[in-house]
């Protein structure tokens, strides 16, 4: 496998308090990532069917795992949750995978658009079976405004003009102002940038530029007021790993 366990990797139970505060600590800074409740805990700890084990990687990744009976004598390898931050603890995730070799058929995990745990694989070994589009409705657009992450040093102001005829207090103009990573939402405007509620979950999370959502005909606007838009609402593209 060309993999070796460079930090110790401890067998403990999956809602040990430690695994959770490893989780609590990467969910923040990944964009999209839900903030579990014991409800998607207990989906993701407490198996119907089987076991379900977890190992901490040194001192900060975990994982959890669940055998999956096939009709071979063998069994597939499915990853419930999985951090690995650090080069080492990432590399000690994939020999501790690599070690269920004798057993095991599949690995399956979920993973992010861009996960960064399959740069370590050396060769294309791995395939995409089923990909999910990330969905987001927004239902009150100034308190997402102010509860959501700016770009360090993005400074400036859209004209919004959104359409959204099932809510009314987030249906009309308004002006979106960016100052030090703090962001201000007031009514009025010109309307420069024309947004339908459906094209306003994409371009509030960064999952599709406010020029993807132009060609994609679901927003009106040019020049200046996409460039800015783009600029605000920059960020990783959102995902997550758990249904919920």
């Not at 990853?79 to 269920?100: E, F, K, W």
């Not at 405007?189 to 094209?199: M, N």
Request: glycine share 10%; proline share 8%.
């Amino acid at each position: 496998t060309g993999f070796r366990q460079e930090v110790e990797v401890i067998p403990v139970e999956p809602l040990d308090v430690r695994v959770r505060a490893l989780f609590a600590a990467r969910y923040r800074p990944a964009h999209g990532n839900l903030d579990r409740s014991d409800a998607i805990w207990g989906r993701i700890t407490q198996g119907y069917v089987g076991r379900r084990y977890a190992w901490l990687l040194g001192d900060d990744g975990y994982v959890i795992l669940q055998h999956q009976p096939t009709e071979s004598p063998h069994w597939d390898l499915d990853v419930l949750d999985l951090h690995a931050p650090s080069p080492a603890s990432a590399r000690s995730l994939l020999a501790l995978l690599a070690s269920h070799r004798s057993m095991c058929e599949k690995l399956r995990w979920f993973g992010a658009p861009a996960d960064p745990l399959i740069g370590l694989f050396p060769e294309p070994t791995w395939t995409v079976v089923q990909a999910q589009r990330w969905m987001l409705r927004i239902v009150d657009f100034a308190p997402a405004i102010a509860a959501r992450g700016w770009p360090e040093g993005a400074h400036g102001e859209v004209h919004l003009s959104i359409e959204d005829p099932l809510l009314p207090h987030n249906h009309g103009d308004f002006v979106l102002e960016v100052e030090a990573g703090v962001a201000t939402l007031r009514p009025g405007g010109q309307g420069d940038l024309r947004v339908s509620a459906r094209a306003l979950g994409p371009l509030y999370s960064g999952y599709f530029s406010a020029t993807n959502l132009v060609s994609l005909g679901l927003a009106e606007g040019s020049g200046r007021v996409l460039t800015t838009a783009e600029r605000l609402f920059a960020a990783p593209t959102p995902w997550m790993r758990e249904m919920y």
